[in-house]
């Protein structure tokens, strides 16, 4: 099958999975978005449970496999599942300063990027 389409439809299955968690669970009442915390460590652990699985049972059907789950519906679901993996693909090839800045950069410069928007829009508007 065509690698955009697994992704695609992966995409849009975790997509839905996480507006309906997100819908089902919410924020408590003092605005702690729960939901998207929740998601993060739910899609994160299910990421590693299944590039272990995968390497240890379907190295043949593993890139289709890893396409539509892993990078679509995982995607879809939560991006913070694909960083994780990253940062922990760095970590065990032994390579902790890269890890280092890949973390600590990735959420720094995400949230002055994020920032950055707001106050373009906020000024300009």
């Known amino acids: 099958m065509n690698a ?35 998601v993060n460590i739910v899609g994160s652990i299910a990421m590693g449970v299944l590039v272990g699985v995968l390497a240890k049972t379907t190295p043949q059907y593993q890139n289709e496999i890893r396409l539509f789950v892993a990078v679509g519906v995982f995607g ?20 902790i300063l890269q890890a280092a800045i890949y973390v600590v950069g990735s959420v720094l410069l995400a949230l002055a990027g994020l920032w950055i928007g707001l106050t373009a829009v906020r000024v300009l508007a």
Do not use: H, K
Request: hydrophobic share 50%.
């Open 4 to 38: 955009y389409l697994l992704v695609g439809i992966g995409g849009a299955l975790g997509a839905l999975m996480r507006f309906g968690a997100q819908n089902w669970i919410g924020s408590l009442p003092n605005g702690f978005p729960v939901a998207t915390f929740l």
């Open 76 to 95: 879809g679901f939560t991006t913070f599942s694909s960083f994780s993996l990253d940062a922990i693909a760095l970590l065990e090839r032994g390579e």
